[in-house]
């Protein structure tokens, strides 16, 4: 496609995956809530190398957002955004209003089960189905080959993936890794949020997950005592308080006391009034 489309309409959006899928185009799709970084370039660009045409959806989804967290002054610019998305390889950029994606009360929602029952779905409840659900919507509104997610938000990925598999979307599942500011601060919409000393603060959680990794390479194997390191290091940044650190089985999110095998290292750090999430996978011997 020559030119990116911009579209509003879940109709037309569909009509346009009917007619690429007929004429036997590999559709690839980057689910995003705009505010595009170069986490969610990187995902277009990988689409873009890998399929004939790329979606990008731009939806700041109501159903996934808590009371008192922060949907009304979430980043937006719509202008900006379009901008980086045709430059990064976009051909449809489709951008619904809530109306458009909600025109009725939500009686129908998909949840998925024992996946959310850790990290971030302990703190924000409901969260999980309100992605599953907007997800599961823009999969049949685009119908893609691919989707493309990225290694920071792992939990979401891994949430999304057991929904695609359990109920036989037909498309694939591709996640990639975490792009990272020159100081390791993994790339978030939120980060606009952070003023300049928070911003420096928050590097604080790459340090600690690095922290967290050195450990069990020299044979740390206790999760608790790994985690009151991690924290003792997070708690000398005057802005940053803890939501959790937790060591998990990569592919069940469960908490692991014991390090064997690979783990998952997440963790949510608050920097002054802004939450953010991080991860490292450690490879265990």
């Avoid at 002054?73 to 909600?102: C, E, H, I, T």
């Avoid at 500011?181 to 790339?187: F, H, P, Q, S």
């Amino acid at each position: 496609m020559l030119n990116m489309k911009l579209v509003k309409s879940p109709r037309q959006m569909r009509r346009i995956g009917d007619e690429l899928r007929q004429t036997g185009k590999k559709i690839g799709f980057v689910p995003t809530m705009g505010y595009l970084h170069d986490g969610h370039l990187s995902l277009i660009r990988s689409s873009a190398s890998e399929c004939d045409v790329t979606v990008v959806s731009i939806y700041v989804n109501p159903l996934q957002f808590g009371p008192g967290e922060d949907l009304q002054r979430y980043p937006r610019d719509l202008k900006r955004d379009l901008k980086l998305a045709a430059a990064a390889g976009a051909d449809v950029v489709f951008a619904p209003s809530d109306k458009q994606m909600y025109p009725e009360r939500m009686l129908s929602f998909i949840e998925v089960e024992k996946l959310p029952d850790y990290l971030c779905g302990v703190r924000r409840p409901g969260h999980f189905r309100g992605v599953t659900t907007v997800v599961g919507k823009l999969f049949n509104i685009v119908g893609p080959d691919r989707a493309y997610f990225g290694n920071k938000d792992y939990q979401q990925a891994r949430v999304i993936s057991r929904m695609v598999n359990d109920l036989n979307f037909p498309l694939k599942i591709r996640l990639l890794p975490t792009i990272r500011e020159a100081d390791g601060l993994a790339m978030s919409s939120r980060n606009a949020y952070l003023n300049e000393e928070e911003r420096r603060q928050a590097r604080v959680l790459i340090e600690s997950l690095r922290l967290a990794r050195r450990l069990i390479r020299e044979g740390t194997r206790n999760s608790e005592k790994i985690k009151k390191v991690m924290g003792q290091l997070i708690t000398t940044r005057k802005s940053a308080k803890i939501d959790y650190i937790q060591i998990s089985d990569p592919l069940t999110l469960e908490p692991k006391t014991k390090v064997v095998g690979d783990v998952l290292v997440a963790l949510a750090v608050f920097i002054g009034k802004t939450r953010l999430i991080d991860n490292l996978i450690v490879k265990g011997n």
